[in-house]
């Protein structure tokens, strides 16, 4: 049997990159250590399996961009810096 007869099972997609202008997805393989993922062009990601678990990965990428976002938004301070003069006319 040669490495092209094997066939690998992805267990989940780690990470999503852009090089070249091509994406490509940080897979992590069933039965083998995170030290074993490998980068893999959308060509390589096949078959229902896979599809649903990219249409996982966006889903969950998504929700955590927007996470990320209200938590930098709920991280800015806005202090109100009105002079003493300005203060007094407000009241």
Known sequence: MTNEDEHFEIERIVDKRYRNDHVKYLIKWRGYPDSQN???PSSNIEGAQESELLADYEIYNKQQQQQQQILNYGSR????TLSPNKYRNVL
């Not at 301070?77 to 109100?80: A, D, E, K, L, M």
């Open 38 to 40: 490998t980068l893999e």
């Open 77 to 80: 301070s806005t202090i109100n």
